[in-house]
């Protein structure tokens, strides 16, 4: 009997532990669910891998310890960043290759492609955080339920850009994210995705 009953109990947190796991899954939430399709939440999937991996990659630290890293991370670009120049580590064709990978609709959802003069007048593409796509609507579903994210919303909405506000904001509050939250991950992940595309393109905006 006391067998049994031993047995049950394992089974029961073997369960619970899968649930949990499954429950963090992007695709389980129903914020993505009622915004996203399938193949959408599928390339979803491929940015927070991506993304992790940078995070990785960037502070030496196994990808098993991927918490860890997102500390770092933050500490890191909280204590050398100054104003505009956020050290995001991302290596830009490894990002093209990202854009790449995803399928068109769901790039599309997210960002947008625009031709931008330089100071010389030289004409460039750019790419934006989309303000009519789906990520923004996504944006505005979780945010009802975490300010953070709802203030970020509302001041893109304000600019519809990446303000230096918002910024710094991610920058400085960091501490405060749920980073075992796929959400809160997606979120940060296509910030500094968006962002590292703002960064070059203010470089390109200087340079030619």
Same mark, same amino acid.
């Given at each position: 009997?006391?067998?049994?009953?031993? /047995?049950?109990?394992? *089974?029961?947190?073997?369960? +619970?532990?899968?649930?949990?796991?499954?429950?963090?899954?992007? +695709?389980?939430?129903?914020?993505?669910?009622?915004?996203?399709?399938?193949?959408?939440?599928?390339?979803?999937?491929?940015?927070?891998?991506?993304? @992790?991996?940078?995070?990785?990659?960037?502070?030496?630290?196994?990808?098993?310890?991927? /918490?860890?890293?997102?500390?770092?991370?933050?500490?890191?670009?909280?204590?050398?960043?100054?104003?505009?120049?956020?050290?995001?580590?991302? @290596?830009?064709?490894?990002? !093209?290759?990202?854009?790449?990978?995803? +399928?068109?609709?769901? *790039?599309?959802?997210?960002?947008?492609?625009?031709? !931008?003069?330089?100071?010389?007048?030289?004409?460039?593409?750019?790419?934006?955080?989309?303000? &009519?796509?789906?990520? %923004?609507? *996504?944006?505005?579903?979780?945010?009802?339920?975490?300010?953070?994210?709802?203030?970020?919303?509302?001041?893109?909405?304000?600019s519809l850009s990446l303000s230096?506000?918002?910024?710094?904001?991610?920058?400085?509050?960091?501490?405060?994210?749920?980073?075992?939250?796929?959400?809160?991950?997606?979120?940060?992940?296509?910030?500094? %995705?968006? /962002?590292?595309?703002?960064? &070059?393109?203010? !470089?390109?905006? !200087?340079?030619?």
């Amino acid at each position: 009997m006391k067998k049994g009953c031993l /047995l049950l109990i394992v *089974f029961v947190l073997l369960i +619970g532990c899968e649930t949990i796991k499954m429950d963090r899954d992007i +695709g389980a939430y129903g914020e993505i669910q009622s915004v996203f399709n399938q193949a959408e939440i599928n390339d979803l999937r491929i940015i927070l891998n991506f993304f @992790d991996d940078v995070v990785c990659k960037s502070e030496n630290v196994e990808k098993s310890n991927v /918490l860890e890293a997102y500390e770092k991370y933050f500490k890191r670009m909280d204590e050398t960043s100054t104003d505009m120049n956020v050290d995001i580590r991302i @290596d830009g064709q490894r990002q !093209q290759n990202l854009f790449q990978k995803i +399928g068109s609709p769901t *790039f599309n959802q997210i960002w947008t492609k625009s031709l !931008q003069n330089s100071k010389k007048s030289v004409a460039f593409e750019a790419i934006e955080l989309n303000s &009519k796509g789906k990520y %923004l609507k *996504f944006l505005h579903e979780f945010g009802k339920n975490k300010p953070w994210v709802n203030a970020y919303y509302e001041k893109f909405n304000l600019s519809l850009s990446l303000s230096p506000s918002m910024i710094w904001d991610i920058l400085r509050h960091h501490e405060k994210f749920d980073m075992t939250d796929e959400r809160t991950k997606l979120v940060i992940a296509i910030h500094y %995705l968006s /962002l590292n595309e703002l960064q &070059k393109n203010i !470089q390109k905006w !200087q340079r030619i």
